[in-house]
């Protein structure tokens, strides 16, 4: 079945470190792939997503995420964290059925 | 942009109450989907359509149905409340694979 794992449920991070969300999927061919963040009380935001080509893919608010196709991973990179980046993201993806699938998410918590 | 607009934020219902959860998109949009939220489960896809009065059952529909009578507008109807409907609902269109666009959610307590 297609499916979407964020293996991580919770991650705390200080303000200024870098920052790498994990994600994978099960898909049988190259699915599209997403990823949202969502603030507290508020619905999702897209932050990027990958259909094809360059595997490494920029999105809004300095986040950038990398496909590798060996590792059936999709993981969101952010080389700086601010403090206004603590939320909740979620990993989705897109296969053969047209509808998107969402990972359970993971909080992200940033220190001062 | 493209807005996509849920009626309500907050909504307290009683068990047994037929509830209304409405949904409008303004970018002429084909396909609208239907999602609920919870604590540990991430978001599951309930209904979701791709065209005027035409729905499709997602992963979770028991207990739910949806109308959508014209093409911006997409309901999600509970027959008859219950506590465990007790969630945060999400609705979201899109455009062929461009991404999705959510509401921002109407979080419904059913007492």
């Known amino acids: 079945a297609q499916s979407v794992t964020q293996p991580d449920i919770h991650i705390t991070v200080s303000e200024g470190a870098s920052l790498e969300l994990r994600c994978n999927y099960s898909?049988?061919?190259?699915?599209?792939l997403f990823w949202y963040v969502q603030s507290p009380g508020q619905g999702l935001q897209l932050l990027l997503k990958?259909?094809?080509?360059?595997?490494l893919v920029q999105g809004i608010k300095g986040f950038e995420a990398e496909f590798k196709r060996s590792q059936s991973s999709f993981n969101l990179r952010k080389p700086s964290v601010h403090w206004s980046d603590a939320a909740e993201y979620f990993c989705a993806g897109v296969g053969d059925t047209d509808k998107l699938i969402f990972g359970t998410g993971t909080r992200l918590q940033v220190f001062p | 942009d493209v807005k996509v607009t849920q009626s309500s934020r907050y909504l307290v219902k009683r068990t047994g109450e037929k509830v209304f959860l409405e949904c409008v998109q303004d970018?002429?949009?084909?396909?609208m989907f239907w999602y609920r939220q919870d604590p540990g489960l991430g978001l599951r896809l309930i209904y979701f359509s791709y065209d005027v009065k035409m729905k499709e059952k997602g992963d979770i529909p028991e207990g739910y149905s949806v109308s959508r009578e014209k093409k911006e507008r997409f309901s999600l109807i509970l027959e008859s409340a219950s506590t465990n409907q007790t969630s945060m609902y999400l609705c979201?269109?899109?455009?062929?694979?461009?991404?999705?666009?959510f509401g921002s959610g109407t979080r419904l307590t059913v007492v």
């Open positions: 979201a269109s899109e455009q062929v694979r461009d991404g999705y666009t």
């Open positions: 898909y049988g061919a190259t699915p599209y």
């Open positions: 970018m002429d949009h084909e396909n």
């Open positions: 990958y259909f094809s080509g360059d595997t």
